[in-house]
């Protein structure tokens, strides 16, 4: 049984209507970017992950990204996550912050116990959207989250369902 917490109280949440949401009208401060990390680090990940750098700002053609780096940051973590400002809803922000950190998590700590385990290192591109991504489908469920590779825009005007859209 999933321990009640924040996610699942902004994932079951009434969705604004979808005019206020065509109008991408969410806009987290840096400081509610990072409330929301900590809170997904630490109900879904079990506080596994380093808070990387992450920056809002415009993004062309995606929603978010996590830029792998090969040297540790600062920050603890071998990464740096990018979000587009604006969303149509906190809903789908949550949705694709989750997304990225498990991006983060393929590469601060799975790579490690996959060098460990096959003594070779990790290929870039087995970081993506393969086994060790989706075997965090049923950990994202239990909190009212949805695990995809990407979402689409008119599928979720039409049916208002992570996974249909």
Partial sequence: MARPNPLRAVMSSPLPPITY??????????????????KI???VFDSQLRRPEIKLGTIVKCWGM???????????SY?????SD???CAQWFVNTLSHEMVHQWQWDRYRFDY?????????????????SFFSWRDRFAEYGLCLK???GQRRWFKHQDFYKC
């Fill in 21 to 38: 949401q065509r109008r991408k009208s969410f806009r987290p401060t840096q400081d509610e970017v990072e409330w929301y990390y900590d």
């Fill in 41 to 43: 680090n630490y109900y």
């Fill in 66 to 76: 996590c830029e792998w780096e090969d040297e540790l940051q600062p920050t603890g």
């Fill in 79 to 83: 990464c740096k996550i990018r979000l």
């Fill in 86 to 88: 604006k969303w149509f």
């Fill in 115 to 131: 060098e460990t385990k096959y003594n070779k290192g990790m290929p870039r591109l087995s970081g993506a959207h393969g086994p």
């Fill in 149 to 151: 590779i990407a979402y």
